[in-house]
T-cell receptor, first 110, second 114 residues
Framework: LAKTTQPISMDSYEGQEVNITCSHN???????ITWYQQFPSQGPRFIIQ???TKVTNEVASLFIPADRKSSTLSLPRVSLSDTAVYYC???????????FGTGTRLKVLA | EAQVTQNPRYLITVTGKKLTVTCSQN?????MSWYRQDPGLGLRQIYY???????DKGDVPEGYKVSRKEKRNFPLILESPSPNQTSLYFC?????????????FGPGTRLTVL
């Protein structure tokens, strides 16, 4: 069974870069690693996904080392509106069963 | 608009009274899934479905049933709810459930079992 581990919470100030790391084992070999963002009283929504090395989109970057046993979500220059819970997600190898991390609660301070 | 809908959004019930939470998606997705979210435990998968008439257990299936008679609908059934099933429930769908898919989530159903 896949297992993911993330820090429970992080605080940051506006304008800083925030890095959140997720450790995961037994993620399916050919799968992407995906990160989601969740605001209170809403369902999670997709932020970014990648397979190896570095992926960047308009809101975040994702770094995945060669062994794929961890991934780091990087949020550049966070704002108050980035206050949310961030989850990494993977699929257990050999199944269609998905495992979310316990989430990292990011609080951005003014 | 592409979306996943759930009903009801809020439900208070009593122990043992059967209930169904509906989930529907309009994206022609094959894969659908139910999660529950509890403080400190994150999201845990209850059941998932690869396609019509194909369902399988997630990590926490005890006390729940599902059915997938139509591609767009994936109801969650609690035959005899208990207080430990008080939780926030999310339905999600994705194209095929493969590791490159993006899951789309519904708005959530907050269930309280007294």
């Amino acid at each position: 069974l896949a297992k993911t581990t993330q820090p429970i919470s992080m605080d940051s100030y506006e304008g800083q870069e925030v890095n959140i790391t997720c450790s995961h084992n037994n993620i399916a070999t050919n799968d992407y690693i995906t990160w989601y963002q969740q605001f209170p009283s809403q369902g999670p929504r997709f932020i970014i996904q990648g397979y190896k090395t570095k992926v960047t989109n308009e809101v975040a970057s994702l770094f995945i080392p060669a062994d794929r046993k961890s991934s780091t979500l990087s949020l550049p220059r966070v704002s108050l509106s980035d206050t949310a819970v961030y989850y990494c997600l993977g699929r257990t190898s050999g199944t269609y069963k998905y495992i979310f991390g316990t989430g990292t609660r990011l609080k951005v301070l003014a | 608009e592409a979306q996943v809908t759930q009903n009801p959004r809020y439900l208070i019930t009593v122990t043992g009274k059967k209930l169904t939470v509906t989930c529907s998606q309009n994206m022609n997705h094959e894969y659908m899934s139910w999660y529950r979210q509890d403080p400190g435990l994150g999201l845990r998968q209850i059941y998932y479905s690869m396609n019509v008439e194909v369902t399988d257990k997630g990590d926490v299936p005890e006390g729940y049933k599902v059915s997938r008679k139509e591609k767009r609908n994936f109801p969650l059934i609690l035959e005899s709810p208990s207080p430990n099933q008080t939780s926030l429930y999310f339905c999600a769908s994705s194209l095929k459930g493969t590791g490159t898919d993006t899951q789309y989530f519904g708005p959530g159903t907050r269930l309280t079992v007294l």
